[in-house]
């Protein structure tokens, strides 16, 4: 996700046996394109709104983060650990934020051209081994999404130290961090509101049509 774009090392001259190295590392973050046009999720997630949430609402993480990152530098320089304190927020607001859509729009496929289908497979029996049943999944999915207070993301991870899939929810643009994540459903209302206005339910009744499976299964397969 995050890319490193400047790498410079320097060190002091050699004193007798001592060699002080030191380091600067930036990280610049990109706005990744899409697999598929804004129009190829049609008629479950509008063209309007994907337009609008790549272009406009991600693009404004990728331009805060790299804002905020650049000034932590100019922080680490200056020696201002305060300056350094008050920029977390920013790094892991627009940070969060660009983790958790380029994983997003890598969950959605056109339907009938990778979306909308879970194959049969590892991922399909794990589903079905810890949840009872498909249908039973996504319900369990959807009531954790819709209890999601405010804004924020529902979560279909694994959990590597009890080898086994877990629903989970986090607020705001916080990225999933305890579980390996498989599936993410951003539930902001900039994710639907345009199409859905504020009817959470409906959008996440119909974006089961566009989830691409391979991709999630892809990511089953490494974790597991």
Known sequence: MLSTVARSIKSTAIKSSSLRPLISIRTKVTLPN????????EPYINTEIMKTHHSKHHQTYVNAFNQA?????GAFKAHDLKEQLALQNALKFNGGGHINHSLFWENLAPKGKGGGSLPKGALHSAIEKEFGCFDEFVKQFNAAAVGVQGSGWAWLGYNKAYKRLEIATTPNQDP???LTPLLGVDVWEHAYYLQYKNVRPDYLKNIWEVINWETVAERFAKAS
């Open 34 to 41: 899409l697999p598929y046009g804004y129009d190829a999720l």
């Open 176 to 178: 999933l961090l305890h």
């Open 69 to 73: 990152e650049e000034k932590l530098q």
